[in-house]
């Protein structure tokens, strides 16, 4: 036997029939006949079903969204909280949105703190989707304005007043609950990628902190360092990519790529970032799962931490007067130290790190020697260019992968990107120590292996005469860039 249905739910089917946006004299009539005490008491009964109960929400939201609902929601505050009390998720979601809409309208005393107060509290739902959407509402309202923003990041580390609001926050962002720092991390992390006050969020203290200590769970808790991890990455690709998007890797993206877009990197918040990556690094490198997406997106924090101008920054100097110092401070020198080590430890002449974890090493090389400055630090190192080298031109590699991922690396070493970047070959001139042990490199790699003489040339047509395009399109990659140099292009016209 079918349910008994009332007058009112019998309505709003009614009104699910209208296609499109609901009129005003369509709200003005259903309003008129229906209070909103009489909707939430019809939402409350255990008798309505799910699908029920989802068609209902989803009308009153569309009746809510008229300026006659919009005028009725002030006065709808209690039983939106009591909505945010109950045990069904889609009541709760419906109370979400509608403080995101009271949120947006604004205007009415003691509305917004009662709304962020309500919205903190449903972070941390028992439901992902309630949780999901209280967060968007958050981000969404942090991100009209630097004040928001700092009003926001004070209410999560105490410097903000609000007694609900920073309650809820801090008692998620300090507890035991893994799921609940998340939750805390990613709303922080949706206001940083946003433009307006982001920027200061992303360079804040507070959320390098937090990061960190996440980041250092590694060993214990990977799943949670890699939750901010991916973070980390999202910011990156936000604050930190390169001029005009090129990318030469072997892929076009993956955690930590950069993206394909940009204008330049903010150097202050990839400083602020490499800071945050540079104490957890090996033990993030130490867990085979987050090794590749964390060497990757250290490489393209450090990157644009030491390019403070030039290819890869955010300044407009001339492509070779690059101040190669950085302004990515403490962070930056933190980051490139460890993560030399990391690149050392998987490309070492011990050979006991796996082919695939090798070439994972290679793509963090390739992202950190797409600016100058992040070619001048690998080439400062006594061996790592020759070990790049050789895996690309050697006469034994360990797989094929292996020797893509090196030629590519060598390949972004040469400025195969920079010269792109910026439409001159003389942007991948590097000073004449740098240029001298890029040198070096090429000649020590192509000769390891063997006893015999053997050129760069006949390094060169041996690769192209494997039979996988990839690495033969990969090789011609880092000769062009090579040959932008007079002694690699001699040694090409000789043969």
């Known amino acids: 036997m079918p349910p008994v249905r009332s007058p009112l739910f019998l309505a709003l089917v009614e009104t699910d029939k209208t296609v499109g946006a609901i009129s005003e004299d369509a709200a003005s009539a259903f309003f008129g006949?229906?209070?909103?005490?009489?909707?939430?008491?019809?939402?409350?009964?255990?008798?309505?079903?799910?699908?029920?109960?989802?068609?209902?929400?989803?009308?009153?939201?569309?009746?809510?969204?008229?300026?006659?609902?919009?005028?009725?929601?002030?006065?709808?505050?209690?039983?939106?909280?009591?909505?945010?009390?109950?045990?069904?998720?889609?009541?709760?979601?419906?109370?979400?949105?509608?403080?995101?809409?009271?949120?947006?309208?604004?205007?009415?005393?003691?509305?917004?703190?009662?709304?962020?107060?309500?919205?903190?509290?449903?972070?941390?739902?028992?439901?992902?989707?309630?949780?999901?959407?209280?967060e968007a509402v958050l981000v969404a309202w942090a991100a009209r304005g630097p004040a928001r923003a700092a009003r926001l990041l004070g209410y999560v580390t105490g410097a903000g007043?609000?007694?609900?609001?920073?309650?809820?926050?801090?008692?998620?962002?300090?507890?035991?609950?893994?799921?609940?720092?998340?939750?805390?991390?990613?709303?922080?992390?949706?206001?940083?990628?946003?433009?307006?006050?982001?920027?200061?969020?992303?360079?804040?203290?507070?959320?390098?902190?937090?990061?960190?200590?996440?980041?250092?769970?590694?060993?214990?808790?990977?799943?949670s360092a890699l939750?901010?991890?991916?973070?980390?990455?999202?910011?990156?690709?936000?604050?930190?990519?390169?001029?005009?998007?090129?990318?030469?890797?072997?892929?076009?993206?993956g955690a930590g790529a950069g993206g394909t877009g940009g204008s330049g990197g903010d150097c202050a918040v990839a400083g602020a970032l490499a800071a945050a990556v540079a104490g957890p690094l090996p033990a993030l490198v130490g867990e085979a799962?987050?090794?590749?997406?964390?060497?990757?997106?250290?490489?393209?924090?450090?990157?644009?931490?030491?390019?403070?101008?030039?290819?890869?920054?955010?300044?407009?100097?001339?492509p070779m007067d690059v101040d190669s110092s950085g302004g990515g401070g403490g962070g930056a020198e933190a980051l490139s130290g460890a993560l030399m080590v990391?690149?050392?430890?998987?490309?070492?002449?011990?050979?006991?790190?796996?082919?695939?974890?090798?070439?994972?090493?290679?793509?963090?090389?390739?992202?950190?020697?797409?600016?100058?400055?992040?070619?001048?630090?690998?080439?400062?190192?006594?061996?790592?260019?020759?070990?790049?080298?050789?895996?690309?031109?050697?006469?034994?590699?360990?797989?094929?992968?292996?020797?893509?991922?090196a030629c590519h690396a060598l390949a972004s070493l040469s400025g195969v990107e920079r010269a792109h970047d910026w439409h001159e070959a003389a942007a991948a001139a590097l000073p004449a120590a740098a240029e001298a042990a890029l040198r070096a490199a090429v000649y020590s790699g192509v000769a390891a292996g063997g006893a015999a003489a053997r050129t760069p040339a006949d390094a060169l047509a041996s690769v192209l005469s494997l039979p996988w395009p990839e690495q033969r399109a990969a090789a011609y990659r880092a000769a062009s860039g090579l040959a932008l140099r007079p002694w690699y292009a001699s040694e090409l016209a000789r043969r």
Not at 53 to 62: C, D, H, I, K, M
Not at 180 to 201: D, K, Y
Not at 294 to 306: E, G, K, V, W, Y
Request: glycine share 12%; proline share 5%.
């Open 342 to 405: 990391a690149i050392f430890t998987q490309l070492d002449e011990a050979g006991d790190a796996s082919a695939e974890d090798e070439a994972a090493t290679l793509d963090a090389v390739a992202e950190l020697c797409h600016s100058r400055a992040g070619a001048m630090l690998l080439l400062s190192h006594a061996t790592l260019p020759g070990l790049v080298a050789q895996r690309a031109f050697g006469r034994t590699t360990p797989s094929p992968d292996v020797r893509l991922a």
């Open 161 to 223: 007043d609000g007694d609900r609001v920073a309650g809820a926050l801090r008692a998620m962002a300090d507890g035991a609950d893994a799921t609940h720092r998340m939750r805390v991390l990613s709303l922080l992390v949706g206001v940083g990628t946003r433009g307006g006050g982001g920027a200061a969020v992303a360079r804040s203290g507070a959320l390098q902190a937090l990061l960190t200590r996440e980041l250092s769970s590694a060993p214990s808790d990977p799943l």
């Open 227 to 253: 939750s901010a991890l991916t973070m980390v990455s999202e910011m990156a690709q936000a604050w930190v990519s390169p001029p005009g998007g090129s990318r030469g890797g072997r892929d076009q993206g």
């Open 289 to 318: 799962a987050l090794r590749p997406v964390a060497l990757r997106c250290a490489a393209l924090l450090l990157r644009t931490a030491l390019d403070e101008s030039g290819a890869g920054g955010s300044g407009g100097g001339e």
């Open 33 to 134: 006949q229906f209070s909103l005490q009489d909707l939430f008491s019809e939402f409350a009964s255990p008798a309505l079903s799910d699908a029920d109960l989802w068609l209902a929400t989803s009308v009153l939201s569309r009746l809510l969204h008229t300026r006659t609902g919009s005028a009725l929601l002030p006065g709808a505050l209690p039983y939106l909280e009591s909505a945010s009390d109950s045990p069904r998720p889609l009541l709760r979601k419906l109370a979400v949105k509608q403080y995101g809409a009271l949120l947006a309208g604004g205007g009415v005393d003691g509305v917004e703190e009662a709304a962020l107060a309500q919205l903190a509290e449903a972070l941390g739902d028992i439901d992902t989707g309630v949780s999901s959407d209280a």
